[in-house]
C-alpha cells in the first residue's frame, strides 16, 4: 500500500470527552498521568457491600479486592438540559445520562454543531458489555417492573444519541467484552472509509454496579487481591475494575483538513481478529491470534511496525495475559528494531482500573494525549519484570518515569491494544498530527469581534461567563488564541440555546471585563450584531467574519446537574398531587393552559403516573379518566377530586 492510499484512508480524530476515575475530561486524565496517579479507591457502599463480599484470594461467593475505580457523581445529570422530567432521569440508566454529556463535551471539542449536524447520516458506534441498572431494578420484585424498563435494554445506549441529536447513520452496540470499545472505533473507521457515515462518534461505556461479574472473575482468579492492574509485573494476580464514558469524534482526514477542523491524531489504520481455534478453549488467549491482528493492523495501516514509538497494551495485569501481551508486541514490532531504540509500552489501567468494555477507549484517549504533549507517563506498580517475558531479547521497555517520545524527524506513530475473554483482539495505529498550529500568544490586532455565549439556562450562562473570564486572563488556555478565532469559534462552532449574552472587544482583557459587566465596546457595526444575537435571533458568521476563522478549543458546557437514583425522590410536603405530577413527570415550563402532552407527559408518563397515583391514595385510580386529560389545568381539577374523594 503507497503513502498516498493510506492518507485517503485516513480517519482523523478531530474530538474527544471523557469521565474516568480521577479526571473529568482529557485534560484532568493527562494531569493525572503526568503525577503518576493511582486513582482507584475503596469500593463506594452505593456499588454493593465490599465487607461482606470481600475476601482474600480466589473463592466462591467473594470477591478477591476491595477496590476500583470509580467516577464522581455517576448518579448526576443535567435532566433539563436533555428535556426529561425527574422522573425519566431516575429510571434512566446512569450509562445513557451520562453518554449523552459526554458525547456532548465531544462534539464540542471537536466544533461540530449538533442543529447542523441533525438529519445527517452521522454513526453511532458504542463498546458495551452491562446493563446493571436494569438488572438491578429487576431484581427489586415483579411489582417494580414497568414499561420504563424498556428504555434501558443495552440496544438503547446508541439509539438514545442518535434520537436526541438527530443523526440517522448507523446505531451500534459493540460487545467483544473489553475489547469492545476499540472493535467500535474500527467499525467506525470502515463506515467512514466505505462512505456510508460522514461524521462518526465512537465510544466506551462501563458502569459497574452490581458485585455479579467480579464474584465470577474473582473466583476464576482474574481480579486483583490488592485491587491495582500492575502491568507486567512478576506480582500481577489480575485487574482492577473500573468506571468509564468515553466518546472520540471521528471524520475522514480529508474531510476534516477542508472543514478546518482541529485534527487531534491521525487513525492510520487498524485490524479485528478472533483467536479462532489457536489456543485449547475459547477463554484461554492466544499468542497467534494476538501476532495475527498487529500483522494486519500495520499492513492496513501502510506502517512499518518496527517504526511505531509507542503502544498502549491491553495492559490489564493478568498473570496469564500481560506475558503473551508483550512477547506478541515484541516479535511483530520488535523486528528490524535497532536495539537502542525499544518499543515504549505501558498502560492506563496501571491509572485508572480496567474499564473492562470501555477500557480501550480510554487508552486511545491516553495515547491521543502522548501524542499531542509528546511523552509517554509512567506505567505504575511495576516493581519486578514479570519473569515470563524475555525482557533481554525483545526490544521493548515500560517507562516507569515520564518520558519523552523519541524524535525521528517525522510524525510519531503509536498504537493500541484490546482483548477479550470473547478471543476478539483489536489493534488501532494513530499518528501525530503535525497540521500546522495556531501561533502562541498573538498580538491583538486591534480589531473589535463579537464574542456570543449562550447556554440552557441562565444559571449556566452565568457560569458559561465565569469560565470564559478565567479562561481568557493571561495565565489562562485561552491566551494562546487570537481574538478573533475565539469569537469565530465561539459564534460559528458552537450550537446557539435560548439564555444569550453577546460582548465586543478587541483584546482578551477586553471580553474578559466586558464579560464581569464592566463598560464595553459601544457605537459600533457590531454592536447591532451583538443586539440580534442576544434577541435570539440567527446570525450569519460570513456577514460577521468574512473568511473563517481558525476553529479554537472553547471552554466547555457547564453542566447543571442534580442527584437522580432511585428510592431517593423527595415529596415537598404539601401534599398536592397535581404539583407531585407536573414536578416529577414535566419536561418544561407549564401553565394552567398547557397541553400535558407538549410538557412531556405522553402516554408511557400517564401509566407510570397512574401507578404511582394509586399508591400515594391507597385506592384505585381510573386510568381512562386520567387519560382523558387534556391541560395542566384540567389535571389540577383532577387530582382535587382524587383526594377529596379519598378523604
Not at 523519541?406 to 501525530?432: E, F, K, T, Y
Not at 441562565?458 to 475565539?486: F, K, M, N, Q
Not at 474578559?512 to 451583538?530: E, F, H, I, K
Amino acid at each position: 500500500m503507497n503513502r498516498s492510499d493510506v492518507d485517503a484512508r485516513s480517519v482523523a480524530v478531530i474530538g474527544m470527552a471523557c469521565r474516568l476515575p480521577g479526571a473529568s475530561g482529557p485534560d484532568q486524565l493527562w494531569a493525572l498521568l503526568r503525577a503518576g496517579v493511582d486513582a482507584t479507591s475503596e469500593t463506594p457502599g452505593d456499588r454493593y457491600d465490599v465487607d461482606t463480599l470481600h475476601a482474600p484470594g480466589p473463592a466462591q461467593g467473594r470477591i478477591a479486592g476491595r477496590r476500583g475505580g470509580y467516577v464522581d457523581g455517576v448518579a448526576d445529570f443535567d435532566a433539563e438540559f436533555f428535556a426529561m422530567s425527574p422522573t425519566e432521569a431516575t429510571e434512566l440508566d446512569p450509562q445513557q445520562r451520562l453518554l449523552l454529556m459526554t458525547a456532548w463535551d465531544a462534539l464540542e471539542d471537536a466544533g461540530q454543531r449538533p442543529d447542523l449536524l441533525a438529519g445527517s447520516r452521522t454513526g453511532v458506534f458504542v463498546g458495551n458489555a452491562r446493563a446493571d441498572y436494569l438488572e438491578v431494578a429487576l431484581r427489586r420484585g415483579q411489582e417494580t417492573v414497568t414499561a420504563a424498563s424498556l428504555n434501558n435494554f443495552r440496544s438503547l445506549l446508541p439509539a438514545r444519541l442518535s434520537h436526541f441529536f438527530d443523526f440517522r447513520g448507523p446505531s451500534v452496540v459493540v460487545d467483544t467484552a473489553c475489547s469492545s470499545s476499540l472493535v467500535a472505533v474500527h467499525q467506525a473507521v470502515q463506515s467512514l472509509r466505505a462512505g456510508e457515515s460522514p461524521l462518526a462518534l465512537a465510544a466506551g461505556v462501563n458502569i459497574p454496579l452490581r458485585a455479579d461479574e467480579s464474584l465470577v472473575l474473582s473466583h476464576a482468579g482474574a481480579m486483583a487481591s490488592d485491587g491495582r492492574s500492575k502491568f507486567g509485573d512478576a506480582g500481577a494476580d489480575g485487574y482492577s475494575p473500573s468506571d468509564a464514558v468515553a466518546v472520540v469524534v471521528l471524520k475522514p482526514l480529508a474531510a476534516a483538513l477542508a472543514d478546518g477542523d482541529r485534527i487531534r491524531a491521525v487513525i492510520q489504520g487498524s485490524a479485528v481478529g478472533n483467536d479462532g481455534r489457536t489456543s485449547d478453549t475459547v477463554l484461554n488467549p492466544s499468542l497467534q491470534g494476538q501476532l495475527d491482528v498487529l500483522r494486519w493492523a500495520y499492513e492496513d495501516a501502510g506502517v512499518d511496525p518496527a517504526d511505531v514509538d509507542y503502544v498502549e497494551a491491553h495492559g490489564s495485569g493478568s498473570p496469564t495475559l500481560d506475558p503473551l501481551e508483550l512477547t506478541a508486541l515484541g516479535r511483530v514490532l520488535g523486528a528490524g528494531r535497532p536495539a537502542d531504540r525499544p518499543l515504549l509500552v505501558g498502560s492506563v489501567k496501571t491509572n485508572i482500573g480496567h474499564a473492562e468494555a470501555g477500557g480501550g477507549m480510554a487508552g486511545l484517549i491516553k495515547t491521543v494525549l502522548c501524542l499531542e504533549h509528546g511523552q509517554v507517563p509512567a506505567s505504575l506498580h511495576l516493581d519486578t519484570p514479570h519473569p515470563g517475558v524475555d525482557w533481554d531479547r525483545l526490544p521493548i521497555t515500560v517507562p516507569r518515569r515520564l518520558t519523552p517520545l523519541p524524535d525521528r524527524g517525522r510524525a510519531a506513530v503509536a498504537g493500541i491494544c484490546g482483548q477479550g475473554s470473547s478471543a476478539l483482539n483489536a489493534h488501532v495505529i494513530l499518528r501525530q498530527a503535525t497540521f500546522p498550529a495556531a501561533p502562541a500568544h498573538p498580538a491583538p490586532d486591534g480589531t473589535p469581534y463579537v464574542l456570543a455565549l449562550s447556554a440552557h439556562s441562565a444559571a449556566a450562562l452565568d457560569a458559561l461567563a465565569r469560565s470564559y473570564v478565567e479562561w481568557l486572563c493571561p495565565d489562562g488556555a485561552g491566551a494562546s488564541y487570537s481574538v478573533r478565532d475565539i469569537c469565530y469559534s465561539a459564534l460559528a462552532r458552537r450550537g446557539h440555546h435560548a439564555h444569550r449574552r453577546a460582548v465586543l472587544g478587541s483584546s482578551h482583557a477586553e471580553l474578559a471585563a466586558a464579560l464581569t459587566g464592566s463598560p464595553q465596546l459601544d457605537g459600533r457595526p457590531l454592536s447591532a450584531v451583538a443586539d440580534r444575537y442576544r434577541r435570539g435571533e440567527d446570525v450569519d458568521w460570513t456577514a460577521v467574519f468574512g473568511a473563517p476563522g481558525r476553529f479554537v478549543p472553547l471552554p466547555a458546557y457547564p453542566w447543571q446537574t442534580r442527584r437522580y437514583w432511585p428510592g431517593e425522590e423527595h415529596d415537598d410536603g404539601t401534599g398536592d398531587l397535581a404539583a407531585w405530577v407536573l414536578r416529577e413527570h414535566a419536561r418544561t415550563g407549564f401553565d394552567d393552559t398547557s397541553s400535558l402532552t407538549d410538557i412531556g407527559i405522553d402516554s408511557l408518563a400517564k401509566l407510570r403516573i397512574v401507578v404511582e397515583l394509586a399508591k400515594r391514595c391507597q385506592q384505585e385510580v381510573d386510568p381512562e379518566g386520567f387519560g382523558r386529560l387534556r391541560t395542566v389545568g384540567e389535571l389540577r381539577q383532577w387530582t382535587r377530586e382524587l383526594q377529596t374523594a379519598g378523604r
